[in-house]
């Protein structure tokens, strides 16, 4: 088995609406987004999925949250912006992207910084 993964970054606002602490108040990160797919399998030319198709894929559902306040977006109008309901809306919106494709969806991890990160993976 192969896990093929690509990192994207994007820059949003958000609060966490009764978080009883300072990030209840709006602020601000460069949230890190890594999509990993896994595939058995190798295309005529040695590739279980290419690097650039899931980085265009990947950035086609990020660009609606970059420079946003997330919490004004649709999928977060009735629940928090937490890096763990990002991951899980990312990981929907990007399975939606590759129908059809030779690859499973494994993963979507998101860094709200450095040292701070949530791994998504449904059951």
């Known amino acids: 088995m192969y896990e093929i993964s690509v990192e994207m ?7 966490l609406r009764g978080y009883k602490g300072k990030c209840e ?18 295309n005529e030319i040695g590739l279980g999925f290419d690097f650039t198709e899931l980085k265009k894929q990947l950035g086609e559902v990020l660009k609606s949250y970059d420079h946003t306040c997330l919490n004004d977006l649709p999928a977060f109008k009735s629940i928090n912006p937490s890096s763990e309901n990002i991951a899980r809306i990312i990981f929907g919106e990007l399975k939606h992207r590759l129908p059809g494709a030779p690859v499973n969806l494994d993963s979507i991890t998101v860094w709200e910084s450095p040292q701070s990160h949530v791994k998504y993976k449904p059951d």
């Open 25 to 42: 108040a709006l602020h601000g990160h460069r949230f890190k987004v890594m999509a990993t797919i896994t595939t058995g399998k190798l």
């Open 9 to 15: 970054d994007f820059d949003a606002a958000h609060f």
